[in-house]
Nanobody
Framework: QVQLVESGGGLVQAGGSLRLSCTVS????????MGWFRQAPGKEREFVAG????????QYADSVKGRFTISRDVAQATVFLQMNSLKPEDTAVYYC?????????????????WGQGTQVTVSS
């Protein structure tokens, strides 16, 4: 089990940028992957981006490709989500999740630990 703490959310105008951070602590494994999910009011939680901690392989939802970038800093045990060209439809609570497998999956039930979430609001 690991502990995940997100930060960096806030209010931004459409077209603006935000960078989310997720700091990982506790028990770590040599092979696992991290994901960012989001949940808008009245909607189901959805996959946004994922990264393999060791290989740095990344995967994105179609809705954020070309606008969002996921990355990790192994030394800082932190995963980032750089969000550019933000749209009002990106408004949601963003969650960081850890999966103790090397393969990235878009299925939220496949992730083992979750952060508390951080609110991102994009105004039009």
């Amino acid at each position: 089990q690991v502990q995940l703490v997100e930060s960096g959310g806030g209010l931004v105008q459409a077209g603006g940028s935000l960078r989310l951070s997720c700091t990982v602590s506790g028990r770590t494994f040599s092979s696992y992957s991290m994901g960012w999910f989001r949940q808008a009011p009245g909607k189901e939680r959805e996959f946004v981006a994922g990264i393999n901690w060791i290989s740095n392989y990344v995967q994105y939802a179609d809705s954020v490709k070309g606008r969002f970038t996921i990355s990790r800093d192994v030394a800082q045990a932190t995963v980032f989500l750089q969000m550019n060209s933000l749209k009002p439809e990106d408004t949601a609570v963003y969650y960081c999740a850890a999966r103790f497998r090397s393969t990235i999956t878009t299925t939220q039930t496949s992730y083992d630990d979750w952060g508390q979430g951080t609110q991102v609001t994009v105004s039009s």
